[in-house]
């Protein structure tokens, strides 16, 4: 049997097996991330066994929250199927469901209408827009590419994501609204929202600009990232309709249980209903 060593050649190799397996940019670079994080634990010349996996497991139980560990463990025991060293994987963390969101972390449409407030009074319009158009629509920050200008002409854009496409219906009022903006930006097909040079704008672009935006709007930064916008149409829309199947679909969730992230209630809200019980007296 081979000495267990993580080496530049493994890591090329199981970059080039994510790439032809069609992974996402952003999860082929999380699991090179997390995979650098263990090598760079080990002394050197260590090799990988199960004991060394379970005593970085246990150190960053430490330290981390349970999701956080179980998402470097993912990454780490998808690297040893790859080379076929099952006996090194370990199992995740155990934890109970969540049941109830953190609010201090949740975009209310509160913080939305500030942050739209505040978009339009520093004259910041690809933002207001953008922002209008995730919130209308429960698109992933990565799906806005497929918000083009053909697709406001047919109110219908095609989105493709994590492996599946699904069709995501854009509003008349979105679509005219989207329509004036690019006439007057001068953007004629493709993408609506791109940067100077005409490229789609990138999480990383988008999550600085909204930030930039908070101290102006008073919202905490916490609060505020483009994924948080999928949340806010998700509960706005199961507020509406209470029905978690459509949204599923509309959200592209292979998992109702995946939606249910989404849609969790507060803790205070789960207060108010069980005081409406009349049970105490």
Same mark, same amino acid.
């Given at each position: 049997m081979k000495p +267990?060593?993580?080496?530049? @050649?493994?890591?090329?190799?199981?970059?080039? !097996? #994510?790439?032809? $397996?069609? =992974?996402?940019?952003?999860?082929?670079?999380?699991?090179?991330?997390?995979?650098?994080?263990?090598?760079?634990?080990?002394?050197?010349?260590?090799?990988?066994?199960?004991?060394?996996?379970?005593?970085?497991?246990?150190?960053?139980?430490?330290?981390?929250?349970?999701?956080?560990?179980?998402?470097?463990?993912?990454?780490?025991?998808?690297?040893?199927?790859?080379?076929?060293?099952?006996?090194?994987?370990?199992?995740?963390?155990?934890?109970?469901?969540?049941?109830? +969101?953190?609010?201090?972390? @949740?975009?209310?449409?509160?913080?939305?209408? !500030? #942050?739209?407030? $505040?978009? =339009?009074?520093?004259?910041?319009?690809?933002?207001?827009?953008?922002?209008?158009?995730?919130?209308?629509?429960?698109?992933?920050?990565?799906?806005?590419?497929?918000?083009?200008?053909?697709?406001?002409?047919?109110?219908?854009?095609?989105?493709?994501?994590?492996?599946?496409g699904r069709l995501v219906l854009l509003t008349a009022k979105l679509c005219r609204t989207l329509g004036k903006y690019c006439r007057k930006r001068g953007i004629v097909s493709g993408p609506v929202f791109v940067t100077r040079s005409g490229r789609p704008l990138d999480r990383s672009n988008i999550w600085r600009e909204m930030r930039a935006l908070c101290a102006q709007a008073g919202v905490e930064a916490k609060r505020v990232f483009p994924h948080n916008f999928r949340h806010l149409f998700a509960r706005a829309f199961y507020a509406l309709e209470k029905d978690i199947a459509k949204l599923a679909d509309l959200l592209g969730h292979a998992s109702v249980e995946t939606t249910r992230i989404y849609i969790m209630e507060s803790g205070a809200e789960h207060t108010r209903q069980v005081e409406r019980l009349g049970l105490v007296l």
């Open positions: +267990r060593i993580i080496t530049g @050649e493994t890591l090329a190799a199981f970059r080039r !097996h #994510l790439q032809e $397996a069609e =992974r996402r940019p952003a999860t082929v670079a999380k699991y090179l991330r997390e995979i650098q994080a263990f090598a760079g634990s080990l002394r050197p010349g260590q090799l990988v066994t199960k004991e060394t996996v379970l005593a970085w497991k246990e150190a960053l139980a430490q330290r981390c929250a349970p999701s956080t560990v179980n998402g470097k463990l993912a990454a780490l025991n998808t690297f040893f199927a790859f080379l076929g060293w099952g006996e090194c994987r370990v199992k995740p963390l155990r934890r109970q469901r969540e049941l109830f +969101r953190d609010p201090g972390r @949740e975009l209310d449409k509160g913080d939305y209408l !500030h #942050l739209l407030d $505040a978009a =339009r009074k520093t004259g910041n319009w690809r933002l207001y827009y953008l922002m209008e158009t995730l919130a209308s629509t429960g698109v992933r920050v990565s799906e806005l590419q497929y918000v083009t200008v053909q697709a406001l002409n047919t109110g219908r854009a095609w989105v493709e994501g994590k492996g599946k």
